[in-house]
């Protein structure tokens, strides 16, 4: 009896799925070095299915026991990689507004919401001065994945966040100018922290290292990081990998509203 091949609907849905699931892995690691691993572990692998065609028993074997831990290979290698697909699922697909458990528990029924009107505007102002004067400076704002981890790498502030205090911050003869300032809601939690560089290898060659600061930061968390450059004073906002450069003081002010007003 002839058979048949029987295509139903849930299988075109199944490689469209695959389809947008190895577009936005090649999209995460195109230009870092995650690539070129992918593409040795391609290449081995083709290598391995050539040998076992030839029937090569000792090199076949070996590579089979290489890919036989290859899952674990894979998440030690790529573990930076997985946590920021990760991140970048439930930023860019608002996993959150689903599956919220403080407000299924009401963890948060008796927290009172921030105007972050203020707190833009003290922003705005205090990167616009120094811009103005080119004093560099590097601000990551918390959105809602927690940033303890980076600001315990500096030294505790814990104070109401005004433009006078991040003017003194990054004042270029102040011991805490050189590193980030981490902001949640309206406090300056902690100055001097250390950001996650980025390894992307296509950026700018013009980028200094608190762009490429704010770019890693931004594929590692949600946060909303602001960059003042020293060479020229321009400010630039980063977010999920994207950075808007050279903005304007009210392209500034419209941008971080945009940012601030996107979950």
């Not at 190895?22 to 070129?36: E, Q, S, V």
């Not at 036989?68 to 959150?96: C, D, N, P, T, W």
């Not at 833009?120 to 809602?144: H, N, P, V, W, Y």
């Not at 990081?225 to 020293?230: D, H, P, R």
Request: hydrophobic fraction near 50%.
């Amino acid at each position: 009896m002839p058979l048949f091949i029987t295509i139903r609907l849930l299988d075109f849905i199944d490689i469209l799925l695959v389809a947008i699931l190895l577009y936005k892995l090649f999209k995460l690691i195109r230009g870092t070095i995650a690539f070129n691993i992918s593409m040795g572990i391609f290449t081995v692998y083709l290598v391995w299915l050539l040998v076992k065609a030839l029937k090569m028993e000792l090199i076949s074997t070996i590579l089979g026991q290489l890919f036989g831990v290859g899952v674990i290979a894979l998440i030690i290698v790529f573990q930076q990689e997985i946590r920021r697909f990760l991140i970048m699922l439930g930023s860019q697909y608002k996993l959150h507004r689903w599956i919220n458990f403080d407000k299924i528990f009401n963890f948060d029924a008796q927290e009172e919401d921030v105007n972050n009107d203020p707190v833009i505007d003290i922003i705005c102002s205090a990167c616009t001065e120094m811009g103005a004067t080119r004093t560099g400076a590097l601000i990551a704002i918390q959105r809602k994945a927690d940033l303890s981890d980076y600001s315990e790498t500096g030294e505790d502030i814990h104070a109401i966040i005004s433009k006078e205090l991040l003017k003194t911050i990054f004042f270029k003869n102040s011991p805490l100018h050189d590193g980030a300032v981490i902001v949640d809601k309206n406090i300056i939690v902690s100055a001097r922290c250390i950001l996650p560089v980025t390894d992307q290898r296509t950026l700018s060659p013009d980028l200094g290292l608190r762009h490429r600061a704010a770019i890693g930061m931004s594929e590692m968390t949600d946060a909303i990081i602001i960059v003042v450059s020293e060479e020229n004073g321009t400010i630039s906002i980063v977010r999920d990998g994207h950075i808007y450069r050279r903005l304007n003081a009210d392209e500034f002010k419209k941008q971080l509203q945009k940012q601030f007003q996107a979950e």
